[in-house]
């Protein structure tokens, strides 16, 4: 979803050690790969860069972004940040002992690496409101819907239009009766923060009104991801959603015990774009854990929408789709979860 971009990390050579150290025991010395969690992390205060952005996977620092590119996303990386979220993204890192094959007398040779990143453009790194107020559940993001009928909305969809011609939003999906002279059509009816923007076709409606009913019965609101696109005379609006009959029964199984509520209001910035929420591709922006001694456990922090919940190592095996619910503590015989630990992990992955 969104314009995606493929971003090399440079400086790998410098962190080649620290690279190769993500592999542990299934490093092959004449080549591995791996696909981890990244974290992104401004460093305001780098002496050679004030933009540079640190790519780290846990405690493995991989490297930097390149300077021309730490420069287009500093900004909105940096007002995560400052709201007490973690950037994140999928790494990609293959790592190398590269003259193995010809140092025939210790059997390895200095370490090489690269690491690429699943980035999405900066203008779709975070949406551009916030998520439904209330009970609601963001169906998994899937291929794309054209909702119809936004040219009657375009005084509500020109405040999401940007200069670089699209973002992406936060929508909810709602069952409505329509009726015309000949015929009543039920449909979904498509709003951006409660304001109505468009409806998709029956045959499309057809293709979500089970999942729109499904929440429903729970008492939650059905809100999805979508692309808004276009200018003050012409826009449309893209949702990206899985159907009904694609949902596994892990999430519909969720959905029955769990809804999901927008992030408290203090949590948000003055900017809807630097708002501390699931971020569109494959980003995630995750709360952080203060730590500090004590290291007594707190409340684990609510579950935000598209996310489950990663058990720490050592901690007993939570039965399939289970969540902590509000308030919900550790036993304080389990052991203390790893420093810098991500409770919540992409969840559509």
């Not at 990244?38 to 991989?62: K, M, Y």
Request: charged share 20%; proline share 13%.
């Amino acid at each position: 979803m969104g314009a995606a971009a493929r971003v090399e990390v440079a400086g790998e050579s410098h962190h080649a050690r620290d690279i190769r150290a993500i592999f542990g025991h299934d490093f092959k010395p004449n080549g591995s790969e791996i696909t981890v969690d990244s974290q992104l992390r401004p460093e305001p205060t780098n002496r050679f860069d004030r933009n540079a952005i640190a790519v780290w996977s846990g405690p493995h620092h991989l490297g930097y972004l390149p300077k021309e590119e730490a420069a287009r996303y500093a900004p909105v990386l940096s007002g995560l940040v400052a709201n007490k979220w973690t950037p994140q993204c999928e790494a990609r890192v293959w790592a190398a002992d590269w003259s193995y094959e010809d140092d025939e007398r210790s059997g390895r040779g200095d370490p090489q690496a690269r690491v690429t990143l699943d980035l999405a453009e900066p203008h779709m790194l975070v949406p551009a409101n916030l998520p439904p107020s209330g009970e609601h559940r963001t169906l998994p993001t899937g291929g794309a819907i054209q909702v119809t009928g936004e040219e009657r909305h375009l005084g509500v969809l020109h405040p999401y239009l940007r200069p670089e011609g699209e973002c992406w939003a936060y929508v909810t999906l709602h069952e409505i009766i329509e009726e015309t002279a000949r015929t009543t059509k039920t449909i979904v009816e498509v709003r951006i923060d409660d304001e109505r923007v468009g409806q998709l076709t029956p045959k499309m409606s057809g293709e979500l009104l089970p999942a729109i009913r499904h929440l429903a019965e729970t008492g939650a609101r059905t809100s999805a991801r979508a692309i808004v696109k276009g200018n003050r005379i012409k826009a449309e609006v893209v949702l990206y959603v899985v159907r009904a009959h694609e949902l596994p029964d892990t999430w519909l199984n969720t959905a029955r015990h769990a809804s999901h509520t927008a992030p408290p209001p203090a949590a948000a910035t003055p900017q809807p774009a630097a708002a501390p929420v699931v971020v569109a591709s494959a980003v995630v922006a995750s709360a952080t854990i203060p730590q500090g001694p004590p290291r007594a456990h707190g409340p684990i922090p609510p579950r935000p929408t598209s996310i489950r919940f990663a058990v720490p190592p050592e901690w007993p095996t939570p039965p399939a789709a289970w969540t902590p619910p509000p308030g919900w503590r550790p036993d304080p015989s389990w052991p203390p979860a790893p420093e810098g630990w991500q409770w919540w992990v992409p969840a559509w992955d």
